[in-house]
């Protein structure tokens, strides 16, 4: 596949990829459908990583996860595999878990609480900022330089939510700004009421798919199939209400619910390329769509509960999300099992 095609995708949805929006054709029109092979190829998906995963910035986490210096999360994000830590100053960095001598993991646990990130292959160390702190013999050496020896570091951003973003781009400034394709995400008025610092982990899940991340984005941002395949939805969501709005870089779903759903309300988001936030009075989850692969994905979900809800109305959200992402796992994974039998080329899309 030509990088030129991937490079003019707008990064806004995966309906844009093609160059025809809603606005375009007035809403009358079918449009098309990404084309099979863009699913299962594996010279695609390589493209993918190098282009889009390793420049694009991505929502990975949120900054109450991290309360005192040390406190460290581990993630794996499409073959890379990355630490996101709060340092002694309270600065919330991240860095690549590669160590420095013979790239052995540096961090083997997910999550937890460092004193100093050690290597246990040959015993290099680093500070809680990146910097090597210790390398057995080689200040013997006149001609290594210690501080050119650090942990690879991964640029960061915070927004005004507290979300936690990273861009694995390795030039000194990434390519692409986060303003320039993010600026405004964080203000979203729907938003305002809600103080996402009130909101503590409860748990984290997973689920593993044998199916393209795009599958399980796509799935995500239409909700066509929520009658016929989500029963339960009803019960906090109106569904005639759905709509999705196009921004850069981001789309919102718009429930615009009536009063009868106020109270458990969910707003959600989806940025591009693999994550999406959902937030409700009692409950908010950040949802990651992880390629493994051209046919492999995980799904992880960061699960938070307000601190000020009680028990059952947490619960109530939380349990319905959890059977929802069950019911699209069953989706997702019928639809790429035809995908690759390179019988389908690709299919009609409403275009509302």
Known sequence: MPKQILSKMPPTSFLT??????????????????????????????????????????????????????????????????????DRERQIGAFHNVCRHRTYTVVE??????????????????????????????????????????????HTHIDKLGFVWINLDAATQPEISWEAEFEGVDEQERLEVFNLDDYELNHTWEQKLPANWKILA?????????KTTHPDIPTFLSIDAHDVELKDGHMQHDHAAPPEFKKDCVNSTYYFPGTSTSISPHFMMIQKFLPEGPVDSTMHYEVYKNKHSSDE????????????????????????GNLKTGVFTSGELHPQ
């Open 17 to 86: 990829f093609l160059g025809k929006t809603t606005e375009e054709n007035n809403g009358k029109d079918t449009i098309r459908a990404l084309p099979a092979q863009w699913y299962t190829s594996r010279e695609f998906y390589e493209l993918e990583r190098r282009s889009i995963f390793g420049r694009k910035w991505q929502l990975i986490t949120h900054r109450s996860r991290f309360q005192v210096p040390g406190d460290f999360v581990r993630y794996r994000l499409a073959g890379y595999d990355f630490v996101i830590i709060m």
């Open 313 to 336: 109305d947490f619960r109530f959200i939380a349990d319905m999300y959890r059977k929802v992402m069950g019911e699209d796992k069953v989706l997702c994974e019928g639809q790429m």
């Open 218 to 226: 796509d799935n995500f941002n239409e909700c066509y199939h929520c």
């Open 109 to 154: 646990q997910d999550a937890g609480k460092k004193n100093i990130l050690a290597c246990r292959y040959h015993g290099w160390s680093y500070g809680l900022n990146g910097k090597l702190a210790k390398a057995p013999d080689y200040q013997k050496l006149s001609g290594f330089e210690k501080e050119q020896n650090g942990l690879f570091r991964i």
